[in-house]
């Protein structure tokens, strides 16, 4: 997924395009990256705040709220406001509902001056047989809070990532492996000033293979059968 920074109207109109997509081809289980209703590198917080968005009302979750009817489940990072603080969040929509939202607990570099710390525990999610945990890019530093997760259930982790590198694609195959877990990634494509984002979305099964992995510069959903 390409994002401009601070282009509210833009982005829900590249996910649109995703959502479609993804609809039209019998996608039942998306991802998208961290942060995708307003682009990550901003220069100050009234910037974040001036592009944050309420949880679930705000204009990329009610896209999200739309598609996610009929059975689908849609986990999407979002820039969200709150009256207490901003928060970098993912949210959790299925069949048409708001099913929860995950704060990030691990900030990275300007979001510790930026956002609100989530709780440290992940939260476990489950829908139609499917028992998940969400954690959000950097996170994946952290992995005693996914092997935490599996322990309390958890099958899945899906991943809002916003990263130029691929240092977490071989962080999340150790987690799959050690939690005998499934992951699935969605990295942002294209730039964003001087920051190139590396793309490569990936789906990894429970023994590290990777399974699915998306070009570097694609903007399209790309999706695998899971049993």
Known sequence: MELHLGDIPYNVKQAKVLLDDARDNDVDVLVLPEMSNSGYYFDSYEAVKNNSETIPTGPLSKELVK?????????AGINEF???????????????????????????????????????ELPVFEYDGLVFTVIICFEWNFPERIRAAAKRGARLVLHPINSSNYRWRDAMRNIAINNGVITASANRVGREGENTFSGES???????????KMEPHSHKVDWIDID
């Open 67 to 75: 598609w996610s009817r009929n059975g689908r489940l849609v986990v």
């Open 82 to 120: 709150t009256e207490d603080g901003l928060y970098n969040s993912a949210v959790i929509i299925a069949d048409g509902r708001h099913l929860g939202t995950y704060r990030k607990h691990h900030l990275y570099g300007l979001e510790k001056e930026w956002f609100l710390r989530g709780p440290f």
């Open 202 to 212: 990936s789906v990894i099964d429970s023994t590290g293979i990777i399974i699915l």
